[in-house]
DNA sequence: GATGAATGAGCGTTCATTCAT
DNA sequence: TATGAATGAACGCTCATTCAT
């Protein structure tokens, strides 16, 4: 039984080993760029096994961001629910958006290249955890406007504007060749979102 | 002299119209899914044609950003200099960026996913036209901030936040099935981005 | 115009000449075993170029069945046109059985192997051609029987006997390290089907 | 000892046992196209225990062919020991044929398909059993021939046609859908040899 | 200049076989 | 002896690019 156990735990952890080594290799090379033989060096496996774990080089792309995409939100859900108010709740957002993506820079070049995959399969898998978490921006704007702490406004337009603003630093650092500290931004950007929805 | 005229002509003519062939098939398959051969059809030239005006398919991409990007950053520059106030010209880009997008909904799909290419030679070539755009948004907020209209603060994060709501906006019209009208977005939009610069 | 059906011939040159190409590779090697780039080589073309052709491996397999079985099948169908008796019919069946496939040596050795795959899709292509084969036999034997010529007696099992007879003398042939010449046999054969079926 | 001679016995039952998956698995999908994890999933062992018993794929095809056409072999032989004349010869062939195929629908399938292989090492080593075989057939043409019970004639074309027709009267059964008995064509089958032997 | 047939490097995936447990 | 996870060689097929016409 404890040797059952253990094998299910060496297959949880060759499993995430190739699923970072995965991300490692879709940062530098890309998805289409990258083939499934560099993601098993990196994993430090054969070619074969990647195939014991996962069913294509698609669904590689996919369970990376269902799992690690899911990470990120339940890290923020978790974090909205210390939060009382919209201020903390945008502080909170915006903290571990970036904190998150800075300590997974591959992870985040990733999202930033493929989050925009024309690809219909990979798309809607995407698409599930990205909802998520534009459904938790639009409840903390939602709640605000109800509170009376946000002026009211166009939800939507909030959300687009919250999440592309995160997501173009995110990108900028991404991009950056000497990238300095995301966390740097966070201020400044919390500065313009008060602006924006009004906070009282 | 007319005739090598007329020739310069023509051949431009057949340029743009594989550029327009390009943009749609990679708007339809996006670039890595998208055979030569398919822009060659949709451009209702032969294969080796294609090889005649571009380099290569990279090559394809780049130029297409190049000149497309080009001629949007030109709109936009133009617009901007009959505005006289920062609103107007937050008016100005919103406004221009939303219709340039509504009525180029194809290169407005190249542009959401082939924008942020892993491809070293593909980036830098992309870099350049957008930093464009980057310094004229920035302008506007420095301007702003000089001529006291809008409030003290960090305009790279200004610029971030407002290409980055943009862009997402776009994003999200582009990705709809049935997508409303962008234009719909632009008066909320710049509601917030009146708020978040405390424009007076 | 002239241009055209040139290349029109030249490409049915081609294909003849992969075709030919491949019943050597598969004589050789057997379908499974025979790699694409094989056939290629022996044609004289890059890989590619079978593809250009032929839809897919099995295609080729395919193909070549319906096209030489074809062939097949309409020299024993005039060779039977011109008899006027059912031995002369049954002698007619023996020897353009025995003199195509001996100078077919190599797709005696395909049909003989690859004759009864297993894979469906092959199976029900090959099926065609042989089925119209078999009519034809049965066909000499029924009216053999209705002319009083052949006594009265179960058709398909002497199709069966006529084929299953013909088809193993071609396998042994085929098997044998150094064949003696396959049109020795007929004779013999001949009168071990005159005698099966009676005839007067 | 006797603890010895059990996993003997039970060494041989395992044995037996993957022989049998190998034939189901062969019959339902032939060799190529047949994985050995299928074998092992079938056999209930797993995929290396194959390996305890067999040195490789193609080594269960060969073993295959040489215990099972063994045993068929035999039983013909016996059959033929118990036979007069020519005709009860032949009548034994025919029936022991078709009822032991009937029996082993599977083994008859695996027959049909791997009988002609082109891979030589397989070929050399079913053409042993196969020999015999045809060896015994001709025995029984011989003896009759000698004994006057069949008329003077080419003995290896004699076999060919009876083994032919064998084999494609179980080559039609097997390939058929929903297939009648195939003991059913042992009589018009024996009538067809009586004629061409011309036996008295 | 224009064509499109031909090229062949490149890659995702399979599966017979091995070997540490 | 038995296991089954791991291996990695092998192969069918694609498609950007070339070049003879």
Redesign the interface.
């Known amino acids: 039984m404890a040797a059952k156990e253990e094998k299910i735990v060496a297959r949880e952890e060759k499993y995430q080993q190739i699923l970072d080594a995965a991300i490692e290799a879709f940062?530098?090379?890309?998805y289409?760029?990258c083939q499934v033989s560099k993601i098993a060096r990196l994993a430090g496996v054969a070619d074969g096994t990647i195939y014991l774990y996962f069913k294509s080089k698609q669904d590689i792309l996919i369970k990376l961001f269902q799992e690690r995409m899911g990470d990120f939100i339940n890290d923020i859900r978790t974090q909205l629910n210390d939060s009382q108010s919209t201020r903390e709740r945008l502080r909170a957002i915006i903290w571990t958006h970036f904190s998150y993506m800075e300590h997974n820079r591959s992870l985040a070049?990733v999202t930033?290249?493929e989050l925009?995959?024309?690809?219909p399969d990979i798309?809607s898998a995407i698409t599930g955890p990205l909802k998520e978490y534009f459904k938790l921006i639009e409840g903390v704007v939602t709640t605000g406007i109800e509170c009376g702490e946000v002026?009211p406004?166009?939800v939507?337009?909030?959300r687009?504007?919250i999440?592309?603003?995160?997501?173009?630093?995110v990108?900028?650092w991404v991009?950056a060749r000497t990238p300095r500290s995301l966390s740097n931004?966070a201020k400044?950007?919390l500065?313009?979102?008060e602006?924006?929805?009004?906070l009282k």
């Open positions: 940062a530098v090379s890309g289409y760029q070049i930033q290249v925009r995959q024309s690809d798309r002026a406004l166009d939507k337009a909030a687009q504007l999440f592309g603003a995160l997501d173009e630093a990108s900028d991009m931004s400044p950007m500065f313009l979102f602006g924006a929805l009004r």
